[in-house]
T-cell receptor, first 112, second 116 residues
Framework: KQEVTQIPAALSVPEGENLVLNCSFTDSAIYNLQWFRQDPGKGLTSLLLIQSSQREQTSGRLNASLDKSSGRSTLYIAASQPGDSATYLC???????????FGGGTRVLVKP | DTEVTQTPKHLVMGMTNKKSLKCEQH?????MYWYKQKAKKPPELMFV???????INESVPSRFSPECPNSSLLNLHLHALQPEDSALYLC???????????????FGEGSRLTVL
């Protein structure tokens, strides 16, 4: 059973366009939501962690929002660059839990 | 220092070999994880150690044997693997609060395993 969903699975945008990546989760008992970036064949790099008491987190060109009532998180990347091309994964942490549940990821290609 | 170090980066082994993957972190994290990742799929949890004790085993075959010698080290012992076990094996660590995951997970770069 897929509890965390990321749509679309792949996305291609021209350089300079803003990126909007979606993450949906079914369990409202979410504690944290974490966004990661993964380059091909590499490990996961943590981008942002949003705690359930927060509505958003920002780091540079990245902004992540969390709406528990609708079961959604959105990652915005402003003014995309070719170096932003990667797979982006969201993962939820349930309250009183000690493991992440990952979405399927969105593969992003930013064309120069 | 937010680094999780994994060795080796690449490993090729036959089905009768015994090998080990190693993971190290010096962030004082008390939870350590092994994940398996196949191409174009998200990571799948294998094991979780909390306070150096195995707390989660996601029904992983016994040919994979985890070990946590101390709070900074995590090993994954491999024996009699199958070709379908070829994957990227990722180690991660995190802080715990009252035994629960409350903060970020930090991942290593992974060990690429090929079973011939």
């Amino acid at each position: 059973k897929q509890e965390v969903t990321q749509i679309p699975a792949a996305l291609s945008v021209p350089e300079g366009e803003n990126l909007v990546l979606n993450c949906s989760f079914t369990d409202s008992a979410i504690y944290n939501l974490q966004w990661f970036r993964q380059d091909p064949g590499k490990g996961l790099t943590s981008l942002l962690l949003i705690q359930s008491s927060q509505r958003e987190q920002t780091s540079g060109r990245l902004n992540a929002s969390l709406d528990k009532s609708s079961g959604r998180s959105t990652l915005y990347i402003a003014a995309s660059q070719p170096g932003d091309s990667a797979t982006y994964l969201c993962a939820e942490i349930k309250a009183a839990g000690n493991k992440l549940t990952f979405g399927g990821g969105t593969r992003v290609l930013v064309k120069p | 220092d937010t680094e999780v170090t994994q060795t080796p980066k690449h490993l090729v082994m036959g089905m009768t070999n015994k090998k080990s993957l190693k993971c190290e972190q010096h962030m004082g994290h008390r939870a350590m994880y092994w994940y398996k990742q196949k191409a174009k799929k998200p990571p799948e949890l294998m094991f979780v150690y909390s306070y150096e004790k195995l707390s989660i085993n996601e029904s992983v075959p016994s040919r994979f044997s985890p070990e946590c010698p101390n709070s900074s080290l995590l090993n994954l012992h491999l024996h009699a693997l199958q070709p379908e076990d070829s994957a990227l094996y990722l180690c991660a660590s995190s802080q715990l609060d009252m035994g629960f995951l409350t903060g970020e997970l930090f991942f290593g770069e992974g060990s690429r395993l090929t079973v011939l």
